[in-house]
């Protein structure tokens, strides 16, 4: 699969193996989340390269990904933040899971449920 600019109104659109080009609004919304996921690492990064190298805070980044794509979007994340600061905001107690069997040195911070304050 690639990503290219259509030629006619400059946005997007997917290339498949066979060459046939879809909209990222005609892709699953999995798809489309991995695809703008994608290209923001790909920002960041060509950033990072001509400039200072940009922290990337994202919210819930997997939560629309089956657990093969969530696998593979937390080992390429993992490999980002080699390079770049990355905070991941999640709810969802198997995205924590997921980073944490990835490498067991992540940094975790749980933080106290909304509404709910340690005095």
Do not use: W
């Not at 695809?35 to 939560?63: F, Q, T």
């Not at 994340?77 to 995205?95: G, P």
């Amino acid at each position: 699969m690639r990503i290219v600019q259509d030629d006619s109104d400059e946005k997007l659109a997917v290339v498949d193996a066979s060459g046939g080009r879809r909209r990222p609004g005609h892709l699953s919304r999995g798809t489309s989340e991995q695809l703008y996921l994608c290209v923001r690492l790909g920002l960041a990064s060509e950033v990072g390269n001509r400039a200072e190298p940009l922290p990337l805070v994202m919210d819930d980044v997997l939560v629309d990904f089956d657990s093969s794509r969530a696998r593979a979007m937390a080992i390429e994340l993992r490999a980002f933040a080699e390079r770049h600061q990355v905070l991941i905001f999640t709810c969802h107690s198997f995205t924590r899971d997921l980073f944490r069997s990835l490498d067991a040195s992540v940094r975790i911070e749980e933080l106290a449920p909304r509404g709910l304050v340690a005095t």
